[in-house]
């Protein structure tokens, strides 16, 4: 079991960038959150949640939305038990809230653990 915690959410303009952070807490005896793999979803207004990129375990592969390619960079920091997203050239569409979970399959929104979630607000 892991326990996951977003932050870096906010209101930014259209064109602008934002870069948002997962936390993990490692709970006694259970699995370490280095060795989960790692996604970010997200949740517009009045739509279903989707998926957006993915991690492995070690940071070697990582998929993406094809909404996001080239815009949103996924990372982790297995020290720091962090994932992060950076977005770039955000959109009014990007808006919504993101979440982010641990062991997920690239592609699928499926997550055993799962964060409270982070408000992104994209103005145009």
């Known amino acids: 079991q892991v326990q996951l915690a977003e932050s870096g959410g906010g209101l930014v303009q259209a064109g602008g960038s934002l870069t948002l952070s997962c936390v993990g807490s490692?709970?006694?005896?259970?699995?370490?959150?280095?060795?989960?793999?790692l996604g970010w979803f997200r949740e517009a207004p009045r739509k279903e949640r989707e998926f957006v990129a993915s991690?492995?375990?070690?940071?070697?592969?990582?998929n993406y939305a094809d909404s996001v390619k080239g815009r949103f960079t996924i990372s982790r920091d297995n020290a720091k038990n962090t994932m992060y997203l950076q977005m770039n050239s955000l959109k009014p569409e990007d808006t919504g809230i993101y979440y982010c979970?641990?062991?997920?399959?690239?592609?699928?929104?499926?997550?055993?653990?799962w964060g409270p979630g982070t408000q992104v607000t994209v103005s145009s």
């Open positions: 991690i492995s375990s070690s940071g070697a592969n990582t």
């Open positions: 979970a641990a062991d997920v399959t690239p592609g699928l929104v499926a997550g055993r653990y």
């Open positions: 490692d709970v006694p005896s259970g699995r370490p959150f280095k060795n989960y793999s």
